[in-house]
């Protein structure tokens, strides 16, 4: 049975994507093509000082996106140190400089790893007015260099690959602002409250007293899914029942994290004008997505384990109106979308169920990957691929009639080094260094043993793939990890996007070389089982060590 | 100042006043929006679902689960039991958590095997036929639903407590139990603190 309600939820969502698919892809196309800008738009160009008719080179547009960035940043560490002099502080004191640093880095980096619990440290005015505002433009800015991307492959012969003041502007007004808006009024209806109320007591009819705690939390849970963040309101994130209370409420939430990502490569096949480009994309996406579902939901309803055999299946740190199947669809969704919400606790998954999540991660998050990032980093293992196949018959690649030539080769080479890098050194120095490891052994680590290691590599996979779930045993709230794992999140999230601009930049310069018998068409099912294959090759041979030494060994032993 | 130099500054500027803007924008003026449409028109579910009780307090949250337990942590007979809750000291809604145990951990091995004796006995049933969300504490620590198999296991004891006909349990326990939404999405359920206020109102 288990497999029949696993089935029919999947294909909920995946009807429901498919419908959406071809107008949802084709809006986003028109608003980042169109040549109008709204009323509003252009009263907003000229607060700002943009000219929204100048497009800007490679360069140009990685200053904008680094600079938005940077004050991004700034502005919320400077809420959180400021945070005892806010309104709606709910009397909580300013959070320490490094978790400020990991968490302005965090929200930034359109990650939302969280070393804190929000209860106990963040009020109502860093929630609304820095995080989740950085939910909705961090999300923006992953779009746009998608799309600047895309433009690479699009455009002939120009130095410039748009303007990165309209995309933020016209993806925050024309896409994310109003989904948001709707989905905040779905959610509410399922009971998602939104409220300034602060903790309130009740007595409960055995004569005790219970906290209710209240918030702005519907407005923020949208966002933070649609744009793929997933920094929960509360601690327990999806899983607490004002963020998700009912299992129509979580496929609502897994539809929110997906649709964005999903409809993306028909975005893609639209503006580069062929769409079988876009459903060759998509097909990858599903495919390790499906799979990815299928091995998560079985092996954590065969719930293998000391722990849960004992118990009698694997329901600790899952809710009881979820089930296993709505707490794997929403796993499979926010580690494969880089939101990073999680609806059930993955510290407590299944030796090898807890594992999913990571790889899903370390695939580099393209199944079907964040808001915009997804996209970008398909199309860089796109090249790959086609360079790969050029290597094979012997023929300069290329890619949508672009040459992959030595510069184009390079750069994809350069992102692909950058998260396993980040992800290897980080968990490697955190027991390298001796005064690290003792503080990493004895605070951080929350279950002893091989899981304690699993802990600290999925902390690292996470933030340096700008995830942000976690192993959520893991004591991350230290000054080793606030300042390492902040670190990683930032080079994770900006120094990919310097290679993505400027392969966009090199891309656009070029002019379209004619198709011939000999090009590899990009469009057919051995380009979608080949480039399947070079994801999932990248990943096992950079991470399978390590995976053999946390959650290998764990769910084999 | 040489022209790259002004084109940083240029763009540094640029950046200050559209994060202003947007966070006047996102930050504030949608947060607004959302809590007056949310006050407006949903003011129930907005303001956190709460259940009153028939005087009129407020008891708790329908979405917020509770313990039913003496003041030193013993669990009531005559209320239905929910599952465990690592939340503070268990249902605490400041402090939402998950026990975070992995499947090995020699600590929850012990909790699962004690929980698994205590529930058996405060029942009357074998341990065999004590289901799983009765041993394991939730996501959230805070999950309002037990499993219907949990509440069958207890209508015997509840029924006993409260002095009781079996049958009168049994049928509200029926009542309050909710299946998947939409027939096939999540699992079974009964909210306990429902249930429970619903026991006591049968007396009244």
């Known amino acids: ?557 | 100042m040489n022209t790259q130099a002004r084109g940083v500054g240029r763009t540094i500027w640029v950046a200050t006043r559209a994060m202003a803007l947007l966070t006047l924008v996102l930050g504030v003026g949608y947060t607004l929006v959302i809590t007056g449409i949310g006050q407006v028109a949903l003011p129930a579910q907005a303001n956190g679902s709460i259940i009153t009780n028939q005087d009129g307090d407020p008891v708790g949250s329908s979405l917020i689960g509770q313990s039913f337990t003496d003041a030193d942590g013993n669990p009531l007979p005559e209320y239905f039991q929910s599952r465990p809750s690592a939340a503070g000291d268990g249902y605490d809604g400041g402090a939402s958590s998950g026990s975070n145990y992995g499947p090995e951990n020699e600590d929850l091995i012990a909790a699962i095997t004690e929980r698994k004796a205590q529930v058996a006995e405060f029942n009357g049933v074998t341990e065999a036929e004590v289901p799983v969300d009765a041993v394991t504490a939730s996501s959230s620590g805070l999950d309002p639903h037990i499993s219907p198999a949990y509440a069958q296991i207890q209508i015997d004891r509840v029924a006993d407590a409260r002095g009781i006909p079996v049958e009168q349990v049994r049928e509200l326990v029926a009542a309050h139990t909710q299946g998947p939404d939409a027939g096939y999405l999540g699992e079974s359920r009964v909210n306990v603190l429902e249930l429970n206020l619903a026991l006591d109102e049968l007396e009244d």
């Open chain 1, 1 to 557: 049975m288990t497999w029949v309600y696993a089935l029919l939820a999947l294909a909920t969502v995946a009807i429901i994507l498919g419908v959406l698919y071809r107008p949802f892809g084709d809006y986003m196309a028109w608003v980042y093509t169109s040549r109008k800008d709204w009323k509003v738009e252009r009263g907003i160009y000229k607060i700002i000082g943009v000219d929204s008719k100048t497009e800007q080179t490679w360069q140009a547009y990685l200053r904008s996106v680094l600079a938005f960035s940077a004050i991004g940043l700034l502005i919320v560490y400077g809420l959180q140190r400021l945070q005892q002099w806010l309104p709606y502080s709910l009397g909580l004191e300013a959070p320490s400089e490094h978790l400020s640093f990991n968490t302005a880095a965090s929200f930034v980096g359109n990650t939302n790893w969280q070393s804190y619990s929000p209860e106990l440290t963040v009020g109502y005015t860093v929630q609304f007015a820095g995080l989740a505002v950085q939910n909705f433009v961090s999300a923006a800015v992953g779009i746009a260099v998608a799309i600047a991307l895309v433009r690479g492959f699009a455009y002939r012969r120009s130095g410039t690959i748009g303007n990165f003041w309209v995309d933020l502007i016209r993806g925050t007004l024309r896409i994310l602002l109003p989904i948001a808006v709707v989905g905040a009024i779905v959610l509410m209806i399922g009971g998602v409250i939104q409220n300034f109320n602060g903790f309130t007591s009740v007595t409960t009819i055995t004569g005790a007293t219970q906290t209710i705690p209240g918030g702005p939390t519907a407005s923020q849970e949208v966002i933070k899914l649609l744009g793929t963040n997933g920094g929960g309101f509360f601690n327990a994130n999806s899983s607490h029942p004002f963020e998700n209370p009912t299992a129509w409420t979580n496929v609502f939430e897994v539809l929110l994290m997906l649709v964005i990502p999903f409809s993306l490569p028909r975005t893609f096949g639209r503006m580069v004008g062929d769409n079988r480009q876009g459903y060759a994309i998509l097909s990858v996406m599903a495919i390790l997505y499906v799979a990815s579902f299928s091995i998560l939901t079985a092996l954590e309803s065969a719930g293998m384990g000391t722990a849960p055999e004992l118990a009698g299946g694997a329901m600790e740190g899952k809710e009881q109106r979820l089930g296993i199947i709505g707490s794997t669809l929403f796993t499979t969704t926010s580690t494969g979308t880089s939101t990073g919400a999680v609806a059930a606790m993955h510290d407590s998954y299944t030796g090898l169920g807890g594992m999913m999540p990571m790889l899903n991660m370390m695939l580099g998050e393209v199944t079907p990957g964040g808001v915009g990032s997804g996209i970008y980093a398909i199309l860089i293992l796109a090249v790959i691929a086609v360079f790969i196949s050029g290597l094979l018959i012997g023929r300069t690649p290329e890619y949508l009639g672009k040459k992959i030539g030595p510069r184009e080769i390079k750069l994809a080479a350069l992102y692909i080094l950058v998260m396993p890098t980040l992800v290897l050194a980080g968990t490697a120095l955190s027991f390298a260094i001796p005064g690290v490891r003792e503080e990493v052994e004895n605070t951080s680590i929350w279950n002893p043993g091989i899981h304690g290691m699993s802990e600290v590599l999925y902390a690292f996979t996470s933030a340096a793939n700008n995830n942000g779930s976690a192993f959520a045993g893991l004591t991350a709230n230290t000054p080793w990890l606030n300042t390492t794992l902040g670190l990683a999140i930032l080079l994770g999230r900006f120094v990919p996007i310097v290679f993505v601009l400027a392969l966009a930049g090199s891309l656009a310069a070029q002019d379209k070389v004619p198709s011939t018998s000999g090009t590899l068409p990009t469009h057919r099912p051995m380009f979608i089982g080949l480039l399947t294959v070079v994801t999932i090759l990248v990943t096992a041979l950079t991470f399978f060590p390590v995976l053999a030494l946390g959650p290998l060994a764990e769910g084999l032993m």
